[in-house]
């Protein structure tokens, strides 16, 4: 069972920064492509970014300029550096790994709130 636990989530200011992490101990971390996906109350899940194992970045239009994807191989991390965040950034945020093993298949992490007020 691959477990993948977010983290770093909260209440921000517009304007402020946050840094998500999500770490697992799947040794598919080091080859599968990671991604951030969020889903804001009554709209569907989104893209925020992905990472692939060669590190290959990919960000939602919403969020370039904005946000940074990274991986920490080393410690199986990945992180979403959230910079000039706006209320329409307000969400739960999924880490996400596509399995290299079997196409197709993805795991995903519970969610974690960020909440983007004054």
């Known amino acids: 069972q691959v477990q993948l636990v977010e983290s770093g989530g909260g209440l921000v200011q517009p304007g402020g920064s946050l840094r998500l992490a999500c770490a697992t101990e799947?040794?598919?971390?080091?080859?599968?492509?990671m991604g951030w996906y969020r889903q804001a109350p009554e709209k569907q899940r989104e893209l925020v970014a992905t990472?692939?194992?060669?590190?290959?970045?990919n960000y939602g239009d919403s969020v370039k300029g904005r946000f940074a994807i990274s991986r920490e191989k080393g410690k199986n991390i990945m992180y979403l550096q959230m910079n000039s965040l706006e209320p329409e950034d307000t969400a739960v945020y999924y880490c996400?790994?596509?399995?290299?093993?079997?196409?197709?298949?993805?795991?995903w992490g519970k969610g974690i709130l960020v909440t983007v007020s004054s």
């Open positions: 996400n790994l596509e399995s290299p093993l079997a196409p197709g298949v993805d795991y």
């Open positions: 799947s040794s598919m971390f080091r080859f599968g492509t």
């Open positions: 990472i692939t194992g060669g590190g290959f970045t």
